[in-house]
Nanobody, 124 residues
Framework: QVQLVESGGGLVQAGGSLRLSCVASGRTFRRYHMGWFRQPPGKEREFVAAITWTGSTTFYTDSVKGRFTISRDNAKNMVFLQMNSLKPEDTAAYYC?????????????????WGQGTQVTVSS
């Protein structure tokens, strides 16, 4: 089992920044690929970013490229999502996810473990 807890969400004005954190406990964190998803109000959960267990490779959905950065600190069992130049359309509940395989990483069902989420609201 891997337990994930997100933090760092909040209310921010358009153009602002937030840094989301996700701390993992349980099995060996460094062997897990990590991802961030978001679920806007009334919509399905969607892929945002992912990082391999080594941290050497990252993936982003097109709408956040150049604005968001995913990173991890395996010594602290943590993964981060730095979000800059936030837009109202980034408003969503953001979820941290973990899995030992990196298959169809853009699909939620490919990820085994999930956190409870943290709300990000961007005002215009």
């Amino acid at each position: 089992q891997v337990q994930l807890v997100e933090s760092g969400g909040g209310l921010v004005q358009a153009g602002g920044s937030l840094r989301l954190s996700c701390v993992a406990s349980g099995r060996t964190f460094r062997r897990y690929h990590m991802g961030w998803f978001r679920q806007p109000p009334g919509k399905e959960r969607e892929f945002v970013a992912a990082i391999t267990w080594t941290g050497s490779t990252t993936f982003y959905t097109d709408s956040v490229k150049g604005r968001f950065t995913i990173s991890r600190d395996n010594a602290k069992n943590m993964v981060f999502l730095q979000m800059n130049s936030l837009k109202p359309e980034d408003t969503a509940a953001y979820y941290c996810a973990a899995d030992q395989t990196l298959g169809d990483y853009e699909r939620p069902h490919s990820w085994q473990y999930w956190g409870q989420g943290t709300q990000v609201t961007v005002s215009s």
